[in-house]
């Protein structure tokens, strides 16, 4: 069975541009989290989407935002770009994003975005 | 606010010794803990969980233990390797569709 599939794997943008970046979950799994990791701040909850619904979302400005199709492929948006957006975005899915042992998150590599 | 945090961002280790790596959660009413491993370029990984109603629990390795009381959690590494160098994520599940993840510690293990 195929992994958590994210693309593009680098990114490259200037301040004020927009970029959306794209998460394909394992078959079969229908909740797709979305984190933002900085060596500064960790990783950092942005949102998770269940059947094309956002279900929780962090504490991100409105300038981030995601969506999910009905395949549970899901892509997140960030518009008006800021240096401090420079970061390794990581998608993660699990079978029904309730929390336990059989809903384990399983991560893809990331997309490495930077903002000059 | 929510956080699981770490006592010690960096740990070294001999080959062939025990690791320990401690973490703390605020949120008392977190019933599911789980360890990640991140390697350099790649998304973390699921080493092992634990459910609230536990206060140990073992796997190839590795042993997570819990105490609630105090809101701690650690994760035991018997015989580390080489291959354990990484950073060391613990987290917990709100429950409420969000994962919450530590600030991390990176382990190396010295040959």
């Known amino acids: 069975k195929a992994g958590v599939t994210q693309t593009p794997r680098y990114l490259i943008k200037t301040r004020g541009q927009q970029v959306t970046l794209s998460c394909s979950p394992i078959?079969?799994?229908?909740?797709v989290s979305w984190y933002q990791q900085t060596p500064g701040q960790g990783l950092q909850f942005l949102f998770e989407?269940?059947?094309?619904?956002?279900?929780n979302k962090g504490n991100f400005p409105g300038r981030f935002s995601g969506r999910q199709f009905s395949n549970s492929r899901s892509e997140m948006n960030v518009s008006t770009l800021e240096l401090g957006d420079s970061a390794l975005y990581l998608c993660?899915?699990?079978?029904?994003?309730?929390?336990?042992?059989?809903?384990?998150?399983?991560f893809g590599s990331g997309t490495q975005l930077s903002v000059l | 606010g929510e956080s699981v945090g770490l006592h010690l961002p960096t740990l070294s280790v001999q080959e062939g010794d025990n690791s320990i790596i401690n973490c703390a959660y605020s949120?008392?009413?977190?019933?599911?803990f789980i360890w990640y491993k991140q390697e350099s370029g790649k998304g973390p990984q699921f080493i092992i969980d634990?459910?609230?109603?536990?206060d140990k629990r073992q796997g190839q390795r590795v042993t997570v233990l819990l105490n609630k009381t105090v809101k701690h959690l650690s994760l035991q590494i018997a015989a580390t390797q080489p291959g354990d160098s990484a950073v060391y994520f613990c987290?917990?599940?709100?429950?409420?569709?969000?994962?919450?993840f530590g600030a991390g510690t990176r382990l190396f293990v010295k040959a």
């Open positions: 078959s079969g799994h229908r909740s």
């Open positions: 989407y269940f059947s094309e619904t956002q279900r």
């Open positions: 634990i459910r609230s109603n536990m």
């Open positions: 987290a917990e599940n709100t429950g409420g569709f969000k994962t919450i």
């Open positions: 949120n008392s009413a977190s019933d599911y």
């Open positions: 993660a899915s699990s079978l029904e994003g309730r929390g336990g042992t059989n809903e384990k998150l399983f």
